[in-house]
């Protein structure tokens, strides 16, 4: 499975942004499926994941203010930011893995399958 993720770009505080990331060479159907984030100078960060049976969990740095969801019929998974703040400027990336320890999942060694991540700027 390759993936691409889309939708970044530079936005001022309060703003929204909708990340996509598009899968081929295999379909998304039954893999969990992931956002992870980072940051200048920082290690990789969990946002948000949703599994196979359309349970979603967030970090609690965006909790209320993101949603993960997915098309399985455009094979390809999203994130809806709102209230964008300075904090949340990140290279974002999406990430899938088939199985994974459900207690682990918002580790980014749980996942196999990465995007090559799109860069979110958020001004003050």
């Known amino acids: 499975v390759q993936l691409q993720a889309s939708g970044g770009g530079t936005v001022q505080a309060g703003d929204s942004l909708r990340l996509s990331c598009a899968a081929s060479?295999?379909?998304?159907?039954?893999?969990?499926k992931a956002w992870f984030r980072q940051a200048p100078g920082k290690e990789r960060e969990f946002v948000a994941v949703?599994?196979?049976?359309?349970?979603?969990d967030y970090a609690e740095s965006v909790k209320g203010r993101s949603t993960i969801s997915k098309d399985n019929a455009k094979n390809a998974f999203y994130l809806q930011m709102n209230n964008l703040k300075p904090e949340d400027t990140a290279v974002y990336y999406c990430a899938v893995d088939r199985t994974l320890i459900l207690s682990s999942r918002r580790s980014p060694e749980q996942y196999h399958y990465w995007g090559q991540g799109t860069l979110v700027t958020v001004s003050s």
């Open positions: 060479g295999g379909t998304l159907s039954g893999y969990y």
């Open positions: 949703i599994t196979k049976s359309g349970v979603a």
